[in-house]
C-alpha cells in the first residue's frame, strides 16, 4: 500500500479523496493554484505545494508542475479526481514514465476509451449495442451531412475528443446541420484541442444510464448497479439517482453483464463508468465509458456500501478485488443534488465571491461533499459546484421526501445558489412519478 498520495485536484473530490487516504494511513499532498491558498482540500492534506497562477492551464493542467511537486514531496501515486488531467493518456503515460501510480486505467485504455469513434468501435467487436454513427472521426462538413442523411434525422454531432457536454449539437434538419457542425467543430478545438467530430443517430426523449464498474490488475470485474443522471441541463447533470425507476432486475442484470464485457474488451482496470442511453421500450445503448470517478459516486456508495474511492486505491496499489459480483446488493434508495454557485432565474450565470454565511443540514442519511466554509471565498476560476448534497432512504419516496428536508434546512448566504431549483424538481410531480427523461428540465422548466 502506498504511504503518500498526491491530489491533483482541488474542490469537494480533493477533499474526499483525503479522507478516504486518512482512513487507510496515508499521508496526503494537496496541489494548489494562488487562487485556492485558503481551499479546505490545502487545509486538510498534509502537505500541499503550490503549482501556479490561478488560471487551470498554468496549475492544476500544467503536468510539468504536478509531477515535479510529486516527486518533491516523495508521493509515490497519483489521484486525479474527475476533471482536469484526469482523463488524459499523456498526462497517465508521464506518470508511467517517472515510475510514478497514476490512480486510473493504463494511458492506452484511456486513449482508446477517450476517443467516441474508437470507443464504439471497440464496443462494436465486444458486440456490445451501440447507436447508429459514423464509422470514426468526421471531419468534413460536406462528409458529416451526408453521413446524417444516410443514418436519418435527428442526428447528434458530438466532439470525438469530448466530455462534460460541450461539442455538442441536436440537429433534426438539413437545413440546420452547416451551421450546427461548424459551431461544434468550433467548440470543440477550444476545449479540448481536437475537432474532429462524431455523428450518431438522436434518440428521442432517452434515460441516461450509467453503471459503475469495478477492475482489478488480475482480470476480475464487476458492477455496482445504475445510476440514473437523465436531470441535466445543456448536457450536464444536475440531479441523479440510484437505483432508477425504470431498470428492473432482469434489466440490471442485462445491462450489467454488459458493462462487464465491455469493460474486459477495453482491457480496463480500476474504477470506471460505462453511459448508456435507454429507450422508451427498454432497449440500450452504448454512449461512451468514463476513465475516473464520477461527481455522482457517492449515490452508488449510499446503496451498495462500497467506498469508491478505497477500492480505486487498493486496486491501484496492486491489491486484487475483494468483492464478487454476488457480494454487491442494491439497497435502499439514494438522490444526490449538485448545489452551484449559480442564479437560475438569470441563465445559470456563475456567483463567485464570498460565502457569509453557512448551514448545512445533517440528521439521519443526509450527506454533503463539499469544500466550502464560512468566509470561504469561491474563485470565479472554475466551475461552478460547490457542493453535493447527497440523501440515503429505504425507498425513492423517502428519499425524495429527506431531500426536500435537507434542501429546506441549507442556508448559503452571500452568493446565488440552485437550492431554490433543486426544490422545484423535487416537488414536480411528473419528477415524483419517476416519468422524466434527459430533456425533462427544458421542458418543464425553463421553456
Known amino acids: 500500500m502506498f504511504s503518500k498520495i498526491l491530489i491533483a485536484n482541488r474542490g469537494e473530490i480533493a477533499v474526499r479523496i483525503i479522507r478516504a487516504c486518512r482512513e487507510m494511513g496515508i499521508e496526503t499532498v494537496a496541489v494548489y493554484s494562488e487562487a485556492d491558498k485558503e481551499a479546505l482540500h490545502v487545509q486538510?492534506?498534509?502537505?500541499?505545494?503550490?503549482?501556479?497562477?490561478?488560471?487551470?492551464?498554468?496549475?492544476?493542467?500544467?503536468m510539468e508542475n504536478i509531477i515535479s511537486a510529486t516527486v518533491l514531496t516523495g508521493a509515490e501515486a497519483i489521484h486525479p479526481g474527475f476533471g482536469f488531467l484526469s482523463e488524459n493518456s499523456k498526462f497517465a503515460h508521464m506518470c508511467k514514465?517517472?515510475?510514478?501510480?497514476?490512480?486510473?486505467?493504463?494511458?492506452?485504455v484511456i486513449e482508446s476509451l477517450g476517443n467516441k469513434s474508437k470507443a464504439k468501435e471497440m464496443m462494436k467487436e465486444a458486440?456490445?449495442?451501440?447507436?447508429?454513427?459514423?464509422?470514426?472521426?468526421?471531419?468534413?462538413?460536406?462528409?458529416?451531412?451526408?453521413?446524417?442523411?444516410?443514418?436519418?434525422?435527428?442526428v447528434m454531432i458530438k466532439a470525438s475528443a469530448g466530455g462534460g457536454g460541450r461539442g455538442i449539437r441536436i440537429v433534426r434538419d438539413k437545413k440546420e446541420f452547416l451551421n450546427s457542425f461548424r459551431?461544434?467543430?468550433?467548440?470543440?478545438?477550444?476545449?479540448?484541442?481536437?475537432?474532429?467530430?462524431?455523428?450518431?443517430?438522436?434518440?428521442?426523449?432517452?434515460?441516461?444510464?450509467?453503471?459503475?464498474i469495478l477492475a482489478d490488475n488480475y482480470g476480475n470485474v464487476i458492477h455496482l448497479g445504475e445510476r440514473d443522471c437523465s436531470l441535466q441541463r445543456r448536457n450536464q447533470k444536475v440531479l441523479e439517482e440510484a437505483p432508477s425507476t425504470v431498470i428492473d432486475e432482469n434489466l440490471r442484470k442485462k445491462m450489467g453483464d454488459?458493462?462487464?464485457?465491455?469493460?474486459?474488451?477495453?482491457?480496463y482496470s480500476n474504477a470506471g463508468t460505462i453511459e448508456f442511453l435507454v429507450d422508451s421500450r427498454g432497449n440500450f445503448y452504448f454512449m461512451e465509458m468514463n476513465t475516473r470517478i464520477q461527481v455522482e459516486h457517492p449515490i452508488t456508495e449510499m446503496?451498495?456500501?462500497?467506498?469508491?474511492?478505497?477500492?480505486?486505491?487498493?486496486?491501484?496499489?496492486?491489491?486484487?478485488?475483494?468483492?464478487?459480483?454476488?457480494?454487491?446488493?442494491?439497497?435502499?434508495?439514494?438522490?444526490?443534488?449538485?448545489?452551484?454557485?449559480?442564479?437560475?432565474?438569470?441563465?445559470?450565470?456563475?456567483?463567485?465571491?464570498?460565502?457569509?454565511?453557512?448551514?448545512?443540514p445533517g440528521g439521519?442519511?443526509?450527506?454533503?461533499?463539499?469544500?466550502?466554509?464560512?468566509?470561504?471565498?469561491?474563485?470565479?476560476?472554475?466551475?461552478?459546484?460547490?457542493?453535493?448534497?447527497?440523501?440515503?432512504?429505504?425507498n425513492r419516496d423517502e428519499a425524495i421526501m429527506r431531500m426536500r428536508r435537507a434542501l429546506g434546512e441549507f442556508i448559503i448566504e452571500g452568493v446565488d445558489t440552485n437550492i431554490d431549483f433543486q426544490f422545484d424538481i423535487l416537488n414536480n410531480d411528473q419528477f415524483v412519478a419517476g416519468d422524466f427523461h434527459t430533456g425533462f428540465i427544458e421542458s418543464q422548466f425553463l421553456k
Not at 514514465?97 to 492506452?108: A, L, R, S, T, Y
Not at 454488459?258 to 482491457?267: F, I, N, S, T
Not at 454533503?368 to 457542493?387: C, E, H, R
Open 44 to 62: 486538510l492534506a498534509d502537505e500541499a505545494v503550490c503549482i501556479g497562477p490561478a488560471k487551470s492551464k498554468d496549475s492544476y493542467l500544467k
Open 97 to 108: 514514465d517517472c515510475n510514478i501510480v497514476f490512480i486510473g486505467p493504463e494511458p492506452d
Open 127 to 154: 458486440k456490445v449495442p451501440v447507436i447508429r454513427g459514423s464509422e470514426g472521426a468526421v471531419y468534413d462538413e460536406q462528409e458529416g451531412l451526408s453521413i446524417a442523411k444516410d443514418i436519418g434525422f435527428p
Open 183 to 212: 459551431s461544434a467543430k468550433s467548440e470543440a478545438k477550444a476545449a479540448f484541442g481536437d475537432d474532429s467530430m462524431y455523428i450518431e443517430k438522436f434518440i428521442e426523449k432517452p434515460r441516461h444510464i450509467e453503471f459503475q
Open 258 to 267: 454488459v458493462a462487464v464485457r465491455a469493460a474486459k474488451a477495453a482491457g
Open 303 to 360: 446503496v451498495t456500501g462500497v467506498d469508491l474511492i478505497k477500492m480505486q486505491i487498493k486496486i491501484a496499489s496492486g491489491e486484487k478485488l475483494e468483492l464478487s459480483q454476488e457480494d454487491i446488493k442494491i439497497k435502499g434508495h439514494s438522490i444526490e443534488c449538485r448545489i452551484n454557485a449559480e442564479n437560475p432565474s438569470k441563465g445559470f450565470m456563475p456567483c463567485p465571491g464570498e460565502i457569509k454565511y453557512i448551514y448545512i
Open 364 to 394: 439521519l442519511g443526509v450527506r454533503l461533499d463539499s469544500a466550502v466554509y464560512q468566509g470561504y471565498k469561491i474563485p470565479p476560476n472554475y466551475d461552478s459546484m460547490i457542493g453535493k448534497l447527497i440523501v440515503y432512504g429505504e
